[in-house]
T-cell receptor
Framework: AQSVTQLDSQVPVFEEAPVELRCNYSSSVSVYLFWYVQYPNQGLQLLLKYLSGSTLVKGINGFEAEFNKSQTSFHLRKPSVHISDTAEYFCAVTTYEGSQGNLIFGKGTKLSVKP | GAGVSQSPSNKVTEKGKDVELRCDPISGHTALYWYRQSLGQGLEFLIYFQGNSAPDKSGLPSDRFSAERTGGSVSTLTIQRTQQEDSAVYLC???????????FGPGTRLTVT
């Protein structure tokens, strides 16, 4: 079985500062990893994904994440945040191997960007 | 193009009533997923469809929950005899084929009073 741990439930940061949202996963098989963002009263929007290949993945809105197999991590980073980045961010994993292909989500990290 | 749509966006119902939640996936997407998002449980997977078939229903919380998909398109999640613990946001997602990234709808917020 897979699991995802998002180490920080809330991350406050000032506008234009860098941010890192941490995500660790557990799995006995190869995984595919995703970051989704949820703005208030909206559904989930895909930020970026790691399926294979380069371990540094770039997504929308200037976000990037690095897959680290040895540390079983997939941390999300942005070098300079904006007020509009205030939202909840979810890390998710799936395997697509003998599974239902459903996503296993972390508990989420609320990013609060202050002026 | 049009994304995943869900209706209603909000539903308030009395305990014991039945409710139906609808999901319209992105056109051409063959896989469809239902999730539930609640404060206590986070995001939970409920069920998925490949075409009209749901191979495994073990993610559904109880036998009060059922889902169907017709014509390889629209899906309906039905909750019978609703309970207060059913209050949550129900999210639907679709993907082009099974195993591709999932695109989510805006959700249906269900409140059971």
């Amino acid at each position: 079985a897979q699991s995802v741990t998002q180490l920080d439930s809330q991350v406050p940061v000032f506008e234009e500062a860098p941010v890192e949202l941490r995500c660790n996963y557990s799995s006995s098989v190869s995984v595919y990893l995703f970051w989704y963002v949820q703005y208030p009263n909206q559904g989930l929007q895909l930020l970026l994904k790691y399926l294979s290949g380069s371990t540094l993945v770039k997504g929308i809105n200037g976000f990037e994440a690095e897959f680290n197999k040895s540390q079983t991590s997939f941390h999300l980073r942005k070098p300079s945040v904006h007020i509009s980045d205030t939202a909840e961010y979810f890390c998710a994993v799936t395997t697509y191997e003998g599974s239902q292909g459903n996503l296993i989500f972390g508990k989420g990290t609320k990013l609060s960007v202050k002026p | 193009g049009a994304g995943v749509s869900q209706s209603p966006s909000n539903k308030v119902t009395e305990k014991g009533k039945d409710v139906e939640l609808r999901c319209d996936p992105i056109s051409g997407h063959t896989a469809l997923y239902w999730y539930r998002q609640s404060l206590g449980q986070g995001l939970e997977f409920l069920i998925y469809f490949q075409g009209n078939s749901a191979p495994d229903k073990s993610g559904l919380p109880s036998d009060r929950f059922s889902a169907e998909r017709t014509g390889g398109s629209v899906s309906t999640l039905t909750i019978q005899r609703t309970q207060q613990e059913d209050s949550a946001v129900y999210l639907c997602a679709s993907s082009l084929i099974f195993g591709y990234e999932q695109y989510f709808g805006p959700g249906t917020r269900l409140t059971v009073t």
